[in-house]
């Protein structure tokens, strides 16, 4: 297995426009994301930006950045554009897409979405983490994955996704974390797929790749990552990084 980091990044956001750059202990965003990419210690790190302004802050700093300047469907359209032009020779089996908006991420994570692929069947890895309380379970913003993990297993298949509370019943339930390792292949033929039905109906990307018969599989971690969306996320991502933690 040879993977490389993916980190799509554009200026355009609803609720917190330009968070790439936002600064952060003195440093934009994208920039700390980068960190914690290359902190994992599996492979190179790029970053696939929609606007120039972003590749120059990343260049700038001595990183690397492609410019995938044309409207895309979504940042694993970015992903596998960018990839393209980072890896035309195809040294590169499996491509992790690490969303540009988690600077304190535990690198620890990035090393963990790489496990369901020991499985060859697996085409996708993605990482999950227990879900607490009431209140996470019913908010349809906390994405759901029905999965079970056999006693001791860190590893599961994934059966469907949700922003319902799934599976009914006694139980652990579990929290979808956007992050995600894709075979080369996989990859390509996941963006060459046209959006599902389910996908449209529960607005969540992932659900093209199930119904379209591709595994996918989770590992579990204890936590996961807060992504910044909204100026009290930028506060609370400035706290935690000033003095060099992560979250």
Known sequence: MTPIIVIPARMASTRLPGKPLADIAGRPMVLHVLDRAREAGIGPAAVAAEDAEIVQAVRAAGGTAVQVAEQVPSGTDRVQRALAALDPEGRYDVV??????????????????????????????????????????????????????????????????????????????????????????????????PPSPLEQRERLEQLRALEAGMRIGVARIPHGPFGVDTPADLARARAVLAGGRHA
């Open 96 to 193: 992790v897409n690490l969303q540009g908006d988690v600077p304190t991420l535990d690198p620890a994570a990035l090393r963990a979405v790489l496990e369901p692929l020991s499985d060859p069947a697996v085409e996708i890895g993605t990482l999950v983490c227990p879900i607490e309380g009431e209140g996470e379970l019913a908010a349809d913003s906390f994405v759901k994955c029905a999965c079970a993990f056999p006693e001791g297993a860190r590893v599961a298949a994934a059966l469907y996704f949700s922003r319902a509370p799934i599976p009914w019943g006694e139980g652990p339930h579990w929290h979808h974390i956007g992050i995600y390792a894709f075979r080369r292949a996989a990859l390509e033929r996941f963006v060459a797929l």
